[in-house]
């Protein structure tokens, strides 16, 4: 009797959506639009002068260079992960459109979490070459990013505790 395991992930709305990404990080990062909403309240709020008013309008430049970077990583994102018994089917999105498809063998992909600049990066390897990056937009968090990891590590220790103690394989 054959056995099949099988871990999915797929991309859903709005994740798989390229601003539904930006707005459900916005969202979940609130904390870092907040000088945007005081320095618009200042702007909006008269008697000013035109010096504050430059300074103002500078440090809301400054500002959406946070909001560059964001739309930068928010382009590529893991559209689909699905573990089958021995393989690995990756898709990649690019905005929200297919850009990469990968078929991998289970035993060759590995899962590692790096932090830049505070915030984690999620990276599917192919034996020590970077197959994929998933920043921390839309609805990976931290949180996110390690429970997919534990659940990928558990599922490959469950196919190999099942490799090990399968009996003779049927011909």
């Known amino acids: 009797m054959n056995r099949i395991m099988q871990l999915n992930y797929f991309s859903e709305h709005p994740d798989n959506d390229y601003l539904g ?8 990062n609130f904390y870092l639009y907040l000088p945007d909403l005081i320095v618009i309240t200042y702007l909006i709020l008269p008697p000013y002068s035109w010096e504050e008013t430059i300074y103002l309008i500078l ?3 400054v500002l959406s260079l946070r909001d560059i970077f964001l739309l930068k990583y928010s382009r590529y994102h893991l559209g689909e992960f699905v573990a089958i018994n021995n ?7 690019k905005k ?3 850009h ?4 991998e063998y289970i035993s060759n992909i590995d899962i590692e979490i790096n932090y830049h600049f505070a915030f984690p990066v999620l990276y599917i390897l192919r034996q020590d070459e970077i197959l ?3 920043y921390a937009t839309g609805i990976w968090s931290g949180r996110r990013m390690k429970e997919f990891k534990e659940s ?3 599922f490959k220790k469950e ?4 490799k090990m103690f399968k009996g003779p394989s049927e011909n």
């Open 152 to 154: 990928f590590y558990d």
């Open 132 to 134: 994929f990056k998933q």
């Open 96 to 98: 929200g459109k297919l």
């Open 87 to 93: 393989d690995v089917y990756l898709k990649i999105l």
């Open 21 to 28: 990404r930006v707005f459900l990080f916005m969202k979940r």
């Open 159 to 162: 196919q190999a505790m099942w």
């Open 100 to 103: 990469k498809q990968y078929k």
């Open 59 to 61: 440090i809301l430049l």
